[in-house]
């Protein structure tokens, strides 16, 4: 069946702009989960959804980071005011339950300039 | 908060060679741990894990991980890799209590040399 898939595969933006990064979880997977993959700082969590409940927004890095999920299917996680430290991979993952394996999607890489 | 190591940061081998990756984790409670595997542009794929039971796991193209709860280790070993295990290799721990994220070590970027 299809993957995670997450739009756009590349980003290009200049500092100070908006960025909006979305991700399609695998159909009927209740969980969601963002991650940043960065050269100095590897793999970290972000933001994870689970059904209804509100989301765990631990490890956003700054309030300038937001995600939202609608109708606990799509997710898009908006990035304000673009930093060049915020160029990373930005990986979604989903999981038909908490406790399952997480799936991810191809990533969105995204340049500050 | 949890943590995760892997000692090897990058690794050199031969075909044939044998391999085993180091990771380490710090956390008191129960946790699910996982192997994943990120071959040269491709995403983040899952190549092992362990929720429960036998503490020796068998994976994807004959990669095995055992779970030894003493030491706080996950190591991945396979017995004789070949050229397209060339690929970046990430452990990562989850546990209910500390929430249900992945925590990912730094990753082993391995080479397999033809």
């Known amino acids: 069946g299809a993957g995670v898939s997450q739009s756009p595969s590349n980003k290009v933006t200049e500092k100070g702009k908006d960025v909006e990064l979305r991700c399609d979880p695998i159909s009927g997977h209740t969980a969601l989960y963002w991650y940043r993959q960065s050269l100095g700082q590897g793999l970290e969590f972000l933001i994870y959804f689970q059904g209804n409940s509100a ?3 631990s490890g ?3 309030d300038r980071f937001s995600a939202e999920r609608t109708g606990g299917s799509v997710s898009t996680l908006t990035i304000q005011r ?3 430290e915020d160029s990373a991979v930005y990986l979604c993952a989903s999981s038909p339950d908490p406790q399952e394996t997480q799936y991810f999607g191809p990533g969105t890489r995204l340049l500050v300039l | 908060a949890q943590s995760v190591s892997q000692h090897n940061h990058h690794v050199i081998l031969s075909e044939a060679a044998s391999l085993e990756l180091g990771c380490n984790y710090s956390y008191g409670g129960t946790v699910n741990l996982f192997w994943y595997v990120q071959y040269p542009g491709q995403h983040l794929q899952l190549l092992l894990k362990y929720f429960s039971g036998d503490p020796l796991v ?3 193209k004959g990669f ?3 779970f030894i709860k003493s030491k706080f ?3 991945l070993r396979k017995p004789s890799v070949q050229w397209s295990d060339t690929a970046e290799y990430f452990c990562a721990v989850n546990s209910v209590n500390a929430g249900n994220m992945l925590t990912f070590g730094g990753g ?3 080479m397999v040399k033809p």
Do not use: C, V, Y
Request: charged share 30%; no cysteine.
């Open chain 1, 55 to 57: 989301p765990d927004k």
């Open chain 1, 60 to 62: 956003l890095p700054s």
């Open chain 1, 82 to 84: 673009t930093q060049q």
């Open chain 2, 58 to 60: 068998k994976g994807i």
């Open chain 2, 64 to 66: 095995e991980a055992e």
């Open chain 2, 73 to 75: 280790s996950f190591n």
């Open chain 2, 108 to 110: 082993t970027r391995l």
